[in-house]
């Protein structure tokens, strides 16, 4: 059971540049969601999904695009990349919406927008 | 809308001191759930506990012990005998049915983070 794996670990962009950060889980989790975690603002929700086919805006989802086409795959896409968007960003999953359902985390990737 | 807010952004103690992160959050629903996370030097987010809005009892883990007291709307966290392993950030987070349509999908909120140095 690898739990959450994202890929890249750490990834140097230049501005206006598009990528696909990736996430999977092999847990069969409904729910999966994405995080920027910036210096004294915790973490803030991107973008989040309830199953497949299914996707909503979180709290800062300007600049970023998700598509869940299936239950272990949600992919996160910058499409056009800025400074602003240097971050480290985290995918999440949990088995379903229910609220008292602690979250898995990913490692991580770390984006840099130059 | 949910908020949460960690008193100390960062904590400085020695060894074997014991140490008190503070929590404290807004809701206006009264089924929520309130979560701790540590993220250690190597950046990965480790779960630590949940605790459920009707459930005021608190709550020990070896050296961890935690306080949630709905009349001050507090969830503090507190390390007995801290030590250099427990140097790492740690996060309150929330999560309640507040949203449009009365369901909020679990999102989590976050406070902003206590970075904890404990020195040997």
């Known amino acids: 059971n690898a739990g959450v794996t994202q890929t890249p670990k750490f990834q140097v962009l230049k501005t206006g540049q598009s990528m696909t950060l990736q996430c999977a889980q092999d847990m069969n989790h409904e729910y999966m969601s994405w995080y920027r975690q910036d210096p004294g603002m915790g973490l803030r929700l991107i973008h989040y999904s309830v199953g497949a086919g299914i996707t909503d805006q979180g709290e800062v989802p300007n600049g970023y695009n998700v598509s869940r086409s299936t239950t272990e795959d949600f992919p996160l896409r910058l499409l056009s990349a800025a400074p602003s968007q240097t971050s480290v960003y985290f995918c999440a999953s949990k088995p379903d919406g229910a609220p008292y359902n602690e979250q898995f985390f990913g490692p991580g990737t770390r984006l840099t927008v130059l | 809308a949910q908020k949460v807010t960690q008193v100390q952004t960062e904590i400085s103690v020695v060894e074997k001191e014991d140490v008190t992160l503070d929590c404290v959050y807004e809701t206006r629903d009264t089924t929520y759930y309130l979560f701790w996370y540590k993220q250690p030097p190597s950046g990965e987010l480790v779960f630590l506990i949940r605790r459920n809005s009707f459930d005021e009892q608190n709550e020990i883990s070896g050296r961890y012990s935690w306080n949630f007291q709905k009349s001050t709307s507090s969830f503090n966290f507190t390390i007995t005998a801290s030590q250099v392993v427990d140097s790492a950030v740690y996060f309150c987070?929330?999560?309640?049915?507040?949203?449009?349509?009365?369901?909020?999908?679990?999102?989590?909120?976050f406070g902003q983070g206590t970075i904890l140095t404990v020195h040997p």
């Open positions: 987070a929330l999560s309640d049915r507040s949203n449009a349509g009365g369901t909020s999908y679990g999102k989590l909120t």
